[in-house]
C-alpha cells in the first residue's frame, strides 16, 4: 500500500541535540534549521506567555525561508518561586540555578508551534512539575562535574544522571528534555501527518 504523502516537508527549527533526539523517535521524515531569532520578549510577560511568544517566533523564522513547509518552533523556561531560568552560560550559573531548585518543586513550560504552508499556525505550552531532593554541597559539585547542566534550561538532564536529583516528577517527561510530545503528535496529526510509513 503507497504511503500516504506528508502534507509537506518538516523543518524542525532547532538547534537542540534533546529535541533532535525526541523528533528522531517518531520516524517522520523531517530537517533541522537554527532558527536564528532575538530571544529577548518583553520583561512582565509571565513564562508561559515567553515561551508560546518565542516558539511563534523561532517557528515563524524558518517558515518565512520555507513558506511551501510546515515548521516546528519551541522555547522553554524554567520557572522557580516566581523567577525564569534559561540555560546556564557558565559552571557558577548553573551552580546557582540549581541551589535555586535543590529541596524545591520547579515549574517546566514548554511552547511549541507548529506553523503550516501559508502561514497557519496552531501551537500549545505544556507544564511539568519537578521535585528536588537537597544535596549538600559536595553531592552538587559531584552533579556540576558531569556537565549535563551546559545546554540545558535549569542546569540538569532529567534523562540522563538528573535522574538521581528526582524526588517526583509531574506531568510529561518528554516536556522536561524539550519537547511535548503529547502535544506535538496532536499538533501533527490534525496538520495530516501519517505515522508509520513503510520504508
Ligand atoms: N537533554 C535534555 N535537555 C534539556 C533538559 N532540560 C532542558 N533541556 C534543554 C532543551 C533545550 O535545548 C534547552 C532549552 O532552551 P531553549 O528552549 O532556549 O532551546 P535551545 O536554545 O537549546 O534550542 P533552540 O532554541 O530550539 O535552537 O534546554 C533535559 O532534562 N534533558
Known amino acids: 500500500m503507497k504511503n500516504p504523502g506528508p502534507p ?24 533541522t534549521e537554527a532558527p536564528g531569532v532575538d ?9 508561559l506567555e515567553a515561551v508560546a511568544m518565542l516558539a511563534v517566533r523561532k517557528a515563524r523564522a524558518v517558515h518565512e525561508r520555507h513558506p511551501d513547509a510546515w515548521v516546528l518552533g519551541a522555547d522553554q523556561l524554567v520557572e522557580v518561586e516566581g523567577t525564569t531560568l534559561g540555560k546556564p552560560h557558565d559552571r557558577d550559573a548553573a551552580r546557582a540555578q540549581l541551589g535555586r531548585l535543590l529541596g524545591h518543586t520547579h515549574a517546566i513550560h514548554t511552547g511549541v508551534c507548529l506553523v503550516g504552508p501559508g502561514g497557519h ?6 507544564t511539568t512539575h519537578l521535585t528536588f531532593f537537597p544535596l549538600p ?38 516536556n ?13 496529526r490534525q496538520a495530516g501527518f501519517a505515522f508509520f510509513a513503510r520504508p
Not at 8 to 17: I, K
Not at 161 to 172: F, S, V
Open 176 to 188: 522536561v528534555q524539550g519537547l511535548p510530545m503529547l502535544p506535538v503528535v496532536r499538533l501533527l
Open 39 to 47: 530571544e529577548h520578549v518583553p520583561a512582565q510577560l509571565s513564562a
Open 8 to 31: 509537506g516537508d518538516l523543518f524542525l527549527a532547532s538547534t537542540s541535540s534533546a529535541r533532535k533526539a525526541l523528533m528522531d523517535g517518531l520516524g517522520l521524515p523531517y530537517r
Open 137 to 174: 554541597p559536595e553531592e552538587l559539585e559531584r552533579y556540576l562535574d558531569t556537565g549535563e547542566w551546559e545546554g540545558c534550561a535549569g542546569s540538569y538532564r532529567v534523562e540522563g544522571q538528573g535522574q538521581a536529583l528526582l524526588a517526583k516528577l509531574e506531568g510529561d517527561r518528554t
Open 121 to 126: 499556525l496552531t501551537q500549545a505550552v505544556e
